[in-house]
């Protein structure tokens, strides 16, 4: 399969607290991306990394990318209730218009 | 601005039914189309995916099918639903042209194969 893996599965943590979460892939990418999905609801894109970058900042975000050990994490500073949601990391496949999805990490931030 | 739309929001059909799901974007034009299902608290599968009008790429072998008959609208059928068919439908659409893009999504559709 060339779906991602993401780890951990599910994490719940107290507002305030950093989250990390990791992805990894197996096929060769062009940039890698971070969804986010509110229950029941559409992803949303949240930051994208290119191949030939090895991090990247948006807001409380923090997006690193290691193309050697095809792996991703994303970082979440100073965590919020409202950031409680999944979170998607996705891949963009050399010579390809399509996205490979990893499975999710279902954030949970406590109050 | 884009915006994309599908409906409907939800929809419970017997199984053997037909399917035809509808997603539209508005506000660009010749984009890349996909769509995608989501099983319970599971990732995305890709189903197809058009980068133009008539064009449609299959990935996983099923009961589905997917039409562009227009340029931002994109349709997903099936003439008999299976129970396996149930899941979370997610359209999305980028920008033609431009690899490095991130995808836009509709709000999605919840089908229930009953």
């Known amino acids: 399969s060339q779906q991602g893996e993401e780890d951990p599965q599910a994490l719940s943590i107290q507002e305030g607290e950093n989250a990390t979460m990791n992805c990894s892939y197996k096929?060769?990418?062009?940039?890698l991306q971070w969804y986010r999905q509110n229950s029941g609801r559409g992803l949303v894109h949240l930051i994208l990394?290119?191949?030939?970058?090895r991090e990247k900042h948006s807001g409380r975000l923090r997006v690193t990318l290691d193309t050697s050990k095809k792996s991703s994490s994303l970082l979440i500073t100073a965590s919020r209730a409202a950031d409680t949601a999944s979170y998607f990391c996705?891949?963009?496949?050399?010579?390809?218009?399509?996205?490979?999805f990893g499975q999710g990490t279902r954030l949970t931030i406590n109050p | 601005s884009q915006t994309i739309h599908q409906w409907p929001a939800t929809l419970v059909q017997p199984v053997g039914s037909p399917l035809s799901l509808e997603c539209t974007v508005e506000?660009?034009?010749?984009?890349?189309l996909y769509w995608y299902r989501q099983a319970a608290g599971r990732g995305l599968q890709l189903l197809f995916y058009?980068?133009?009008?008539?064009?449609i790429s299959s990935e996983v072998p099923q009961n589905l099918s997917a039409s562009r008959p227009q340029d931002r609208q994109f349709i997903l059928s099936s003439k008999k639903l299976l129970l396996s068919d149930s899941g979370f439908y997610l359209c999305?659409?980028?920008?033609?042209?431009?690899?490095?893009?991130?995808?836009?999504f509709g709000p999605g559709t919840r089908l229930l194969v009953l």
């Open positions: 999305a659409w980028s920008p033609t042209g431009r690899g490095v893009v991130p995808q836009y």
């Open positions: 096929t060769s990418i062009n940039n």
């Open positions: 990394i290119r191949s030939n970058e």
């Open positions: 996705a891949g963009l496949i050399q010579g390809a218009q399509k996205l490979v």
């Open positions: 506000g660009t034009s010749n984009p890349n």
């Open positions: 058009s980068v133009g009008i008539g064009q």
